[in-house]
C-alpha cells in the first residue's frame, strides 16, 4: 500500500480544481505564452493542450482585439492588485469568431529561491451572451423605428416622470432633445401648466394619476409646452406599463389638435348660421305681427286719435318683444368664446323654447315643457348648451313634418340632470341609428348633418352623455346627461 502525504493530497486537489473547472483556466508567462491549460479552455478553443502550449495569448486573438491585451505582455508587466476583466474576441481552430471574458490575475510561484510570476487567467465563453445583447440591441432598433414611424407622439415615464423613452414625433412636437428629455423632468417641462396657464402639481396631473393606479386615461383637450415656450392643443392618452403585475410607469401617446380644433371651430360657427338662416323665416314672421300692429297704431296716432297712453304702451310692449327676438337671434349667430359658470338649466331651456316658438306656430308643433323643478344650476357654456338645444328641438320639429307634439323632460338625480327631448316624429331606423353624430350625416334635403355632431361635442365637452331611442313612425328620444 502506499500512502500520500497532506501535501500531495492537497496539490492533487488543486490540480483537480484546475482541470475540471467549469470554465477555462490557463497559466500564462508574462511573454504571453500558455504554460498550462486546462481541459475547459481546449474545449473553448477547439485545440489541444499540446497545441495551446505552442501558441501565445496573442496568436488565438481576434487581430482587433491584440490591442486590447498587449500592454500586459511588455517588458514590464503592470503590478496587478486584483483583477484586470478584458472581453474580447478569440479566434477558434475552425476559424470563427468567439467572444470570451478574460479574468487576469497575477500568481507568485516559488521554485526554490527563484521567484516568478505568471497570470492566472480564467477564460468564460460569452458568446451566447453577446449574441442575445446584440439581440437586444437589434430589437431595440426595430422598437425606436416603429416608434419613431408613427405621427402620434409618444413617450414612456418612469414613477418618477422621468423619460425612459420617446419618439421623433414627441421631438418634433414638443421641441425638446435627448439632451433635455434625459436631464431634467418631463412633467416641469412639457405638462407643467395647464389651459388656463396655471402650474399644475404633479400630484392632481392625469398623467401621473395614471401612473399611480395603473389606469388608462383619455384626455381629449389639455395643452402641452414646447421648448420655445408655446403652447399646443393636444388630445393624449396615457397607459400603464406593467412589469411582473407591477406599474412601472406609462406610455403617453399624443396628438396635435390645433388643426382639428380649428375646423371644429369652423363647423361649428356655419352650423350655427345655417340654424339662423333656417330660422330666419320663422322669425321674419314672428317680427312682421308686432310691425303690422306698430304700424296701425302709428297711423292711428297720426290721425290724431285721441287715446294715446294705451297706444304707447301697446307699442311699446311691442318694441321689447321685437327686441327680445332680434337679441336671441344675434346671441345665436355671435361667435362666442367658451366660457363657463354656473346657470341655472331651466331658464336656458326657456329661452330656447321661446326663440322656436315661431317656428313650431308655422309647423304646427307643440311643445309641453315637464320640468321636475324650477331651478337646477348647471356649470356650463349657456350659449353653447342653446346650441345644443336647439339642434335637438330642431330636429324634432323637422321629424314631425304633419305636426305633433315635443317634451322637454328635466329630472335631477343625485349628482346628475338629465334632460330628454321627445318627439312623435318618423322615427330612425335602426341601421342609420349608428351614424347619428357622424358629420355630413343628413337625410333632409338642405341638412349639414352637422347639427348633431356639434352637439355632441359641446356635450362631451361638459363632461355629460347623449344616448338616443327611436323607432320608426313613433318617434326619438334624445337624453343627455350633464354633471351638476
Ligand atoms: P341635419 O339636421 O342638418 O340633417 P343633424 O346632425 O342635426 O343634421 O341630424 C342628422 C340626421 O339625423 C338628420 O338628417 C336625421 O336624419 C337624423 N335625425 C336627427 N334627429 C332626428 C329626430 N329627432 N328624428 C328623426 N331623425 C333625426
Ligand atoms: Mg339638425
Known amino acids: 500500500m502506499f500512502k500520500l502525504s497532506n501535501s500531495q493530497v492537497e496539490q492533487a486537489l488543486y490540480q483537480n480544481a484546475f482541470e475540471y473547472a467549469s470554465n477555462g483556466k490557463a497559466i500564462v508567462t508574462l511573454d504571453g505564452k ?54 474580447q474576441r478569440f479566434i477558434h481552430k475552425n476559424g470563427k469568431e468567439l467572444w470570451v471574458a478574460l479574468h487576469f ?35 431595440n432598433q426595430i422598437h425606436q423605428l416603429i416608434l419613431d414611424s408613427i405621427s402620434d407622439g409618444i413617450y414612456g415615464i418612469d414613477l418618477d416622470a422621468n423619460v425612459i423613452f420617446w419618439n421623433k414625433a414627441a421631438e418634433e412636437m414638443v421641441g425638446y432633445g435627448e439632451n433635455d428629455l434625459s436631464t431634467q423632468n418631463l412633467h416641469d417641462l412639457i405638462h407643467h401648466t395647464n389651459k388656463q396657464g396655471n402650474k399644475v402639481s404633479i400630484t392632481s396631473c392625469p398623467v401621473f394619476k395614471a401612473l399611480k393606479d395603473g389606469e388608462s386615461i383619455h384626455i381629449t383637450d389639455d395643452v402641452f409646452w414646447r421648448k420655445d415656450g408655446m403652447s399646443f392643443d393636444v388630445e393624449y392618452t396615457t397607459n400603464p406599463i406593467i412589469e411582473n403585475g407591477e406599474y412601472i410607469g406609462s406610455v403617453i401617446t399624443f396628438r396635435d389638435i390645433t388643426e382639428v380644433k380649428k375646423t371644429k371651430e369652423i363647423l361649428q360657427k356655419s352650423e350655427k348660421l345655417s340654424l339662423v338662416g333656417q330660422m330666419a323665416a320663422g322669425i321674419a314672421h314672428e317680427i312682421r305681427n308686432p310691425l303690422t300692429s306698430l304700424k296701425g297704431f302709428l297711423q292711428l296716432i297720426q290721425s290724431g286719435e285721441s287715446d294715446k297712453q294705451l297706444y304707447y304702451k301697446i307699442m311699446n310692449e311691442e318694441f321689447n318683444r321685437i327686441e327680445l327676438i332680434l337679441n336671441e337671434l344675434l346671441l345665436l349667430a355671435k361667435p362666442n368664446p367658451t366660457t363657463l359658470c354656473e346657470k341655472n338649466i331651466i331658464g336656458v331651456l326657456d329661452q330656447v323654447v321661446a326663440i322656436l316658438q315661431p317656428q313650431c306656430n308655422i309647423q304646427n308643433v307643440q311643445i309641453n315643457c315637464l320640468y321636475q323643478t324650477e331651478e337646477i344650476l348647471v356649470f356650463c357654456d349657456d350659449n353653447q348648451l342653446k346650441q345644443v338645444f336647439i339642434n335637438l328641438i330642431k330636429n324634432a320639429i323637422d321629424a314631425m313634418p304633419k305636426g305633433g307634439e315635443i317634451s322637454l323632460e328635466v329630472e335631477r338625480e343625485s349628482e346628475q340632470v338629465i334632460i330628454r327631448v321627445k318627439d312623435q316624429g318618423v322615427g330612425i331606423p335602426e341601421e342609420k341609428l349608428a351614424s347619428i353624430g357622424r358629420p355630413f350625416f343628413s337625410t333632409k334635403e338642405n341638412g349639414t348633418g352637422l347639427g348633431l355632431m356639434i352637439s355632441f361635442g359641446i356635450i362631451e365637452n361638459h363632461n355629460g352623455k347623449v344616448s338616443v331611442t327611436s323607432k320608426e313612425n313613433q318617434g326619438t328620444t334624445f337624453t343627455i346627461t350633464l354633471p351638476l
Open 105 to 139: 490575475s497575477l500568481l507568485k510561484i516559488n521554485e526554490g529561491s527563484k521567484h516568478t510570476s505568471h497570470y492566472l487567467v480564467d477564460i468564460y465563453d460569452i458568446s451566447k451572451q453577446i449574441e442575445k445583447e446584440k439581440e437586444i440591441k437589434k430589437l
Open 34 to 87: 500558455f504554460h498550462l491549460v486546462n481541459s475547459t479552455l481546449c474545449t473553448i478553443l477547439g485545440y489541444s493542450k499540446r497545441e495551446l502550449q505552442m501558441l501565445t495569448l496573442s496568436q488565438l486573438s481576434h487581430l482587433e482585439d491584440i490591442s486590447k491585451t498587449n500592454y500586459l505582455f511588455t517588458e514590464q508587466p503592470p503590478n496587478i492588485e486584483g483583477k484586470i476583466i478584458i472581453d
